[in-house]
Nanobody
Framework: QVQLVESGGGLVQPGGSLRLSCAAS????????MGWFRQAPGKQRELVAL???????IITDSVKGRFTISRDNAKNTVSLQMSSLKPEDTAVYYC?????????????WGQGTQVTVSS
């Protein structure tokens, strides 16, 4: 009912930058929250950053000052600008959405995009 398409990611050297984007489609009445999680090998999936419906942002401490989350309400997209990347940022990054649809709320994940920070 709601689909997410992610783009961006790839291989970057330490200190470099990448931009991830996620576009939501489907019968969306409104977006309750939308953002990014990541999962490194052998670790649990963790929140990176998200934006709530009213526009508040939550950014995990380990990326504050380096990552910025933004959205385009008209296109139902959210982007994650990542700067000063570190090897410990290496992970699969997943877009997540909680949206209001006909009949209630719906949550889903994107397919994931690999981010590798290495020299």
């Amino acid at each position: 009912q709601v689909q997410l398409v992610e783009s961006g990611g790839g291989l970057v050297q330490p200190g470099g930058s990448l931009r991830l984007s996620c576009a939501a489609s489907g019968s969306i009445f409104s977006i309750n929250r939308m953002g990014w999680f990541r999962q490194a090998p052998g670790k649990q999936r963790e929140l990176v950053a998200l934006i709530t419906g009213p526009g508040s942002t939550i950014i995990t401490d380990s990326v504050k000052g380096r990552f910025t989350i933004s959205r385009d309400n008209a296109k139902n997209t959210v982007s994650l600008q990542m700067s000063s990347l570190k090897p410990e940022d290496t992970a699969v990054y997943y877009c997540h959405i909680r949206a209001e649809i006909s009949g209630g709320y719906y949550e889903t994940w994107g397919q994931g995009t690999q981010v590798t920070v290495s020299s």
